[in-house]
DNA sequence: CTGTAGTTGAAAATTATTTTCGATAACTAA
DNA sequence: TTAGTTATCGAAAATAATTTTCAACTACAG
């Protein structure tokens, strides 16, 4: 059994056949997908798939820490399979590659001192990078595609 | 002449007496407000206020660096007025008063050090900090409120 | 003053997300 | 296995957030 079905299940969730493609198709996808992107693509698994069943799924798994929410300049948010352990992305901003990372030492630090400064108690934080990922750097540096 | 009408006519832009009642709402706000919310409160200074111009113009101050837009959990966004040099907020989830801090040193480190992990070149990113505020704290231990 | 853009606000349109509800299917306990 | 319970599904409708359209208005340059 997969690790998010074991998830899921000891969350007194059950394993369907809608939730298994959607999680599928989040693993094949290598950045933030929207829940119509979703939708598209999990058709391809489960034919009769509905959007409210998407929006539902993704809610779940966010809150059960296996998908992440990425928020966008427009508005509508996607969502990003989580890497265990780490809680923040990388976006490229030219093909929307993700890639998490720990927040480390140094949000730490920088909330300590937030913390000082302040006088606010820190208990959570929203935290994304926008970036150009190594490959579309390259394919900037060489004038292609 | 106030600096935020220095900068709006720098851009362009005409000082009226809509935008005179937003930028007033935003000033007396000790938290970040919502477009609804700045619609309410700026009635009083612009009776014939408009939603959209509300909307249009928290668009306008946010892309000049006059105000800030926050994220928040239920997907609608809110605005704050922007402290120059200061980027980024922590809310109190009690009461929902900000303020704004700098990224300073800790978050250039952060940054270099995914850029390093990752070798995605980062050029922006999404930061804020959510906790509670003095005021609150004190509420809270004292059991008030 | 007066002309001309930039700006306004109401209504309508669009887009994102949630609710409702009868039908279906996953798991549980026999 | 085989019910039976109950979570889950999907379509349609409802709600909420935001944008577009457009005719009227007004700030400001000349």
Redesign the pocket.
């Known amino acids: 059994m997969d690790s998010w079905e074991r998830r899921?299940?000891d969350a007194?969730?059950?394993?369907?056949?809608?939730?298994r493609a959607i999680v599928r198709v989040l693993k094949e996808a290598e950045g933030p997908l929207?829940?119509?992107q979703v939708l598209e693509q999990g058709k391809a698994f489960?034919s009769?798939?509905?959007?409210?069943?998407v929006?539902?799924?993704l809610?779940l798994l966010t809150k059960l820490n296996l998908a992440r929410l990425v928020h966008r300049r427009?508005?509508?948010?996607a969502y990003l399979l989580a890497s265990p352990g780490h809680h923040h992305a990388v976006i490229c901003r030219r093909c929307g590659r993700a890639i998490e990372f720990a927040g480390g030492e140094e949000l730490n630090a920088l909330v300590g001192r937030i913390e000082e400064e302040t006088g606010y108690h820190i208990g959570g934080h929203l935290l994304q990078l926008f970036g150009v990922c190594p490959d579309c750097q390259k394919k900037i540096a060489t004038g292609k595609e």
């Open positions: 899921l299940a007194g969730c059950r394993i369907t056949e809608p939730r929207t829940p119509d489960h009769t798939l509905g959007l409210v069943t929006y539902r799924t809610n427009n508005g509508c948010h």
